[in-house]
């Protein structure tokens, strides 16, 4: 006995998982790049510096990603935009090999706050077609 309605409602719920894990996973990655930039690939003084502090705000939102915080993903695509700029001016600023770094950290913001965007549209669409299941975490 195969239910076609099903089928739309698997589909959707693929799409939220692929764009949560896409969010975690490119908040994860600037939280890397960040430390391992500042403190030992391309630090601004020999030894590294206190600029890798810059990652400590981007540690907040990951517990909300991770519990699936409907709230978290909406704050977040604003967040990321300090970072995307931070991103800009030091790729247009530094020299080899900061701004590769610089570049780097632009694609993941920019990959982060379209997996938010993304995440939040879905589910609220989801949300909108379902209104009698409930939503978890939103």
Same mark, same amino acid.
């Given at each position: 006995?195969? %239910?076609?309605?099903? *089928?739309? $409602?698997?589909?959707?719920?693929?799409?939220?998982? +692929? #764009?949560?894990?896409?969010?975690?996973?490119?908040?994860?990655?600037?939280?890397?790049?960040?430390?391992?930039?500042?403190?030992?690939? *391309?630090?601004? =003084?020999?030894?590294? #510096?206190? &600029? *890798?502090?810059?990652?400590?705000?981007?540690? +907040?939102?990951?517990?909300?990603?991770?519990?699936?915080?409907?709230? #978290?993903? =909406?704050?977040?695509?604003? &967040?990321?935009?300090?970072?995307?700029?931070?991103?800009?001016? =030091?790729?247009?600023?530094?020299?080899?090999?900061? %701004?590769? +770094?610089?570049?780097?950290? !632009?694609?993941?913001?920019?990959? &982060?706050? !379209?997996?938010?965007? &993304?995440?939040?549209?879905? =589910?609220?669409?989801? *949300?909108?077609?379902?209104?009698?299941?409930? $939503?978890? %975490? #939103?």
């Amino acid at each position: 006995m195969h %239910n076609s309605t099903l *089928a739309p $409602q698997e589909n959707s719920h693929r799409h939220v998982t +692929f #764009t949560r894990l896409m969010a975690v996973s490119s908040l994860m990655g600037l939280i890397v790049l960040g430390l391992a930039w500042e403190l030992w690939l *391309a630090p601004l =003084r020999p030894g590294g #510096t206190l &600029l *890798a502090l810059k990652v400590l705000p981007l540690c +907040f939102p990951l517990t909300g990603l991770l519990k699936n915080r409907m709230y #978290t993903y =909406r704050w977040l695509s604003l &967040l990321i935009w300090l970072y995307f700029t931070e991103g800009v001016v =030091r790729a247009w600023g530094d020299a080899a090999p900061s %701004n590769y +770094f610089a570049m780097v950290e !632009v694609f993941l913001c920019v990959v &982060l706050f !379209v997996a938010c965007a &993304l995440h939040v549209r879905l =589910r609220l669409k989801h *949300a909108k077609e379902n209104p009698l299941i409930e $939503q978890p %975490n #939103t």
